[in-house]
């Protein structure tokens, strides 16, 4: 699965082959909706408890959700959009093992993997 997002070069995550958290957030005062990679990933308001998919909260009607682990596939030429790819499987797991979140690792992705 790929999408396009919009980037910005304020964001750690703009070059091709990053890997990132994709956050949604959404201004329930005006409707707008963005996506962006993040460095870490989303914590849900109350907890704290990181989490790869799902609400997280709202504050200052700004909503937050958390929508899985993505990689820039590549860059338009304005350098301001970003197709991005899911990651999933082992891929995901290794990605999360990598950088310090194994405790988001879903039990069933060894299981799936070993079934493929």
Known sequence: MSKWIDIDYSETLSNVGGIGYLAKTFNTSNARE???????????NRSGEKTLDGWCGETNNVSLTACGVWQIARVNSARDRAQIVQLTGAKLAQFLERDGYPELIQS???AREAQL
């Open 108 to 110: 069933d992705v060894g």
């Open 34 to 44: 963005r996506f962006s990679l993040r460095e870490r990933p989303c914590g849900k």
